[in-house]
């Protein structure tokens, strides 16, 4: 077949991510009330900030933000990512950074399968956080011998999602018909299953290691467990939940609140306890499992390695004041000494940006189009965008941030679940078992600025400003 006649990636990237957001809002009614305040708030945003509006659609983020998603998976052996890996190939989606969770209490070390280039994420910016669970983590020898034989029994993708997986592999891509009927097969592997394949017993061991371990070992599919829309405002949305009938929980992960903002927001509302069927020895068993929660983030500019140092110094002095894990006792304190420690980095473009804080994307202006035909073209960068012949906007920040992916995770496992493991962060094994390596995210970013000042050199007429 001629790679014309194949399905745009992109596009099945796409189509992916509006199943995926159907089927999460009808297996969790709440996510679609949780949509419903994202939109109300992001209305009320452009309302009285007209001019972020503006700003938005220049850059083209207006067209991506009402389709903004990322969901969460984790999986349990080195076979499953590695699998999952060349399905989420499937739709031009590679993995991107490395996270390791076990210094908050977490055991797994986790990717973001994600695209990579600018134009593919202003089609679709949908992202899956995956995490291998470690199981070597798991200090009783015995329910880490039984973990790994459960998990070894069971296959999370259907046969035909295999087929279609490796025909792409093969072939180069797959037909329109060969997708749409991919996106049906792939959605299998992330649905909720209310019947466990271990007993209830069994189930309260895994549990009392780990509430993330049971979650990951007693179920017969890694079903997502959270969808995350994008909103504009982060802080309203959090005293809006209640007003809703959702429980939202206790702190915003990530920076303050910004004129400008920066990384990544998050906040969730608390996980489910849903009903559980577990199958023992011939006997069926009810219980309750507690795993899949609602989840909103508000994404800002991303940062240079400068900015980012700048901020994980300024994140660990708050947290280091504060001495004790986030929580609602100490959320109030907790937001003020955020707001103290980041007085001390820049909020402003400008400053940002000269100071190398974090990267952008250079637009030529209608002035600096009209000027090009000058007898003494401005040179240099500087100059350029002092005369107005070139305007700048932040990149967004399309990724994650450990702190506050794990500070999610305990808020919906419960402060309980904290655990301290002594094993070191292990990005060699992670990729070994992935079946490649992790894309630096903070090369992407940079690429991406470099290939916005060869466009504006190229439009401007002059030399290459990199």
Known sequence: MSTANFADRDLIRASFSRAMSHMYQQEVPLYGTLMELVAETNADV???????????????EIERLDMERHGAI???????LATLARLFAVMGMQPVGYYDLTPAGVPVHSTAFRAVHEDALQVSPFRVFTSLLRLELIDNAELRAFASQVLAKRSIFTPRALELIAQDERDGGLSESEAAEFVEQALETFRWHNTSTVSLGEYQQLLAQHR???DVVAFRGPHINHLTPRTLDIDTVQSGMPLKGIT???VVEGPPRRQHPILLRQTSFKALEEPITFVGQGVNE???????FGEIEQRGAALTPKGRALYDQLL????????EFPNEANAVRYAQLLEKAFKDFPDDLHAMRTQGLAYFRFFATDKGLDARSSELPL????????????????????DFLPVSAAGIFQSNLGDDSQAHYSASSNQQQFQLDLGRETINELKLYADTQRRSLLECSTQLRVPPLV
């Open 46 to 60: 452009f309302k009285h900030q007209p001019q972020l509006l503006d700003s938005l659609k220049k850059t083209g």
């Open 74 to 80: 984790r999986v349990g052996t080195p076979q499953e």
């Open 212 to 214: 993330l371990i049971a």
């Open 248 to 250: 939202p929980k206790a």
């Open 286 to 292: 009810s219980g309750s499992h507690s795993a899949r």
């Open 316 to 323: 660990n002095a708050a947290r280091d004041e504060l001495g």
């Open 379 to 398: 040179k240099d960068l500087e100059a350029l965008i002092e005369a107005g012949h070139i305007d700048f906007a932040p990149l967004v920040y399309e």
